[in-house]
Antibody
Framework: EVQLEESGGGLVQPGGSLRLSCAAS????????MNWVRQAPGKGLEWVSY????????YYADSVKGRFTISRDLAENSVFLQMNSLRDEDTAVYYC????????????WGQGTVVTVSS | DIQMTQSPSSLSASVGDRVTITCQAS??????LNWYQQKPGKAPKLLIY???ILETGVPSRFSGSGFGTDFTFTISSLQPEDFATYYC??????????FGGGTKVEIK
């Protein structure tokens, strides 16, 4: 069974940092590209970042470029999102999501982890 | 960046109704469009990819069509479990991958 489990969310002050983790299981992790998608309270979905299966391609939304870094560890079957210089507007539920094999579209999602940026 | 305009933003319908949601891209995205369903407090679920292909396990009452800039998502006969928010997403030209604003389907 495919499972994605996020962790690392919490309350942080503006300007602070957090590192989100997503532990993957039930599939060949090295074969799939992965993404982070967020949803601010009461708002719609916003794609945040993408990493290819081999980690050679990484993309970021303009809203987080230069502040967030995506990475993955094949030995741990995990994907990470290092978030620095956090702002109030980064407050959201952060989801880890797997691209469907050979295409784009998130066929499996984690349950989400809540990040709250507030003083 | 490609903008995705989804309409309506909300609708009220009854069980058994046919429901149609549209998504318009600001430029040609070929058939590079996905549709998701999200229920309150839950992660989204992929329903349709490549504009018209039903994801495995998704009921056949859901369908999608369109190419280029105009796309349609249809529920042929609304069921109680279909009350949710639906999002389109383009992936033809990324970054960024962009979502529509969502359509909340409520009970009439």
């Amino acid at each position: 069974e495919v499972q994605l489990e996020e962790s690392g969310g919490g309350l942080v002050q503006p300007g602070g940092s957090l590192r989100l983790s997503c532990a993957a299981s039930g599939f060949t992790f090295s074969s799939y590209s992965m993404n982070w998608v967020r949803q601010a309270p009461g708002k719609g979905l916003e794609w945040v970042s993408y990493i290819s299966s081999g980690s050679n391609t990484k993309y970021y939304a303009d809203s987080v470029k230069g502040r967030f870094t995506i990475s993955r560890d094949l030995a741990e079957n995990s994907v990470f999102l290092q978030m620095n210089s956090l702002r109030d507007e980064d407050t959201a539920v952060y989801y880890c999501a797997r691209d469907r094999y050979g295409g784009y579209g998130y066929d499996y999602w984690g349950q989400g982890t809540v990040v709250t940026v507030s003083s | 960046d490609i903008q995705m305009t989804q309409s309506p933003s909300s609708l009220s319908a009854s069980v058994g109704d046919r429901v149609t949601i549209t998504c318009q891209a600001s430029q040609n995205i070929r058939n590079c469009l996905n549709w998701y369903q999200q229920k309150p407090g839950k992660a989204p679920k992929l329903l349709i990819y490549d504009a018209s292909i039903l994801e495995t396990g998704v009921p056949s009452r859901f369908s999608g069509s369109g190419f280029g800039t105009d796309f349609t998502f249809t529920i042929s006969s609304l069921q109680p479990e279909d009350f949710a928010t639906y999002y389109c997403q383009q992936y033809d030209n990324f970054p960024p991958l962009t979502f529509g604003g969502g359509t909340k389907v409520e009970i009439k």
